[in-house]
């Protein structure tokens, strides 16, 4: 059985360098692509994952709570360097309720954790000290991050009506539609793993929602995750994983839709009003 791992992800996806590149040329300017174009993306592109393979190589060689604080002023600094400083602990805050989420979940259905792991344009990850015993208690431990992630963009919504602050109207918005994204249903999201306990075959539909996505957005992170849901799709179809595992009653499943099909309109509702509210 696989070692499971919770993550929010971030929208801007791993690499924003991509975006300059892709700015250099466009599919509508026909098909005089030049090869050194191609060359000097990919080249970008590899050389951002190998950067951050080797950051998280040295921080998970650090004792956890030192892993994890380093982690997270590393997280600070870039998306400060991006973004400015307030809004960089604004947004590793909702990353960190969001993780806070599934720990807690993990420990309702009696699984521990480790500390959430920051990694800057990936989000952040935790990691269980064993594998869910079925797609239920996996379900339930995936529903806790966007179910806690859901009520901190109610938070923020709430300050931004009672303040007026275009600040926390970001942030909410920002935090509904990270969770929203999250609940796309296909591995390794959150949706993916919730997807799980109602019908694996949404996953079908997940990946082609993700795939149509990234090429809508011509987002590189997003592809990249787009690609591990086909593998989990391949994984299963060669049956490497347990028919046992997804053996849930009628009620658990609907249980299970409920609290999914709920989170996915109340985010979907939240995030157009907030882009309609930001406009």
């Known amino acids: 059985m696989r070692r499971a791992r919770y993550t929010l992800c971030g929208l801007s996806g791993l690499c924003g360098s991509v975006k300059k590149a892709r700015q250099r040329f466009s599919w509508k300017e026909g098909i005089d692509i030049k090869l050194w174009h191609v060359i000097a993306l990919g080249k970008k592109v590899i050389r951002r994952i190998f950067v951050c393979a080797a950051g998280l190589a040295a921080v998970t060689s650090l004792g956890p709570a030192a892993a994890i604080a380093v982690s997270i002023l590393v997280s600070l600094a870039v998306y400060a360097y991006a973004f400015g400083l307030k809004f960089a602990v604004g947004f590793v805050v909702l990353l960190l ?43 339930n431990i995936a529903i806790g991050g966007p179910a806690l992630g859901t009520l901190s963009a109610l938070v923020c919504l709430i300050f931004y009506l009672w303040t007026d602050s275009t600040f926390m109207l970001v942030l909410a918005y920002t935090a509904s539609l990270l969770n929203l994204f999250n609940l796309i249903p296909c591995a390794p999201l959150d949706g993916g793993r919730i997807a799980a306990a109602i019908s694996p075959y ?75 509210a930001l406009h």
Do not use: C
């Not at 993780?99 to 935790?126: D, Y």
């Not at 086909?230 to 609907?254: C, F, H, I, M, N």
């Open 97 to 139: 309720v969001h993780e806070l989420g599934h720990i807690i979940a993990s420990r309702v259905v009696g699984l521990r954790t480790g500390g959430p792991m920051f990694v800057p344009f990936v989000g952040a990850v935790i990691s269980l000290n064993k594998p869910p015993q079925s797609a239920k208690m996996e379900a």
């Open 202 to 276: 949404m996953w079908w539909a997940g990946s082609a929602a993700l795939g149509v996505l990234a090429v809508l957005t011509g987002n590189f992170f997003i592809f990249v995750v787009f690609l591990f849901s086909l593998v989990r799709l391949w994984l299963d179809d060669k049956g490497d994983v347990s028919p046992e595992y997804y053996a849930l009653t009628v009620r658990q499943r609907l249980t299970v839709a409920w609290w999914y099909f709920g989170l996915l309109t109340v985010l979907g509702l939240m995030t157009w009003q907030l882009v309609e």
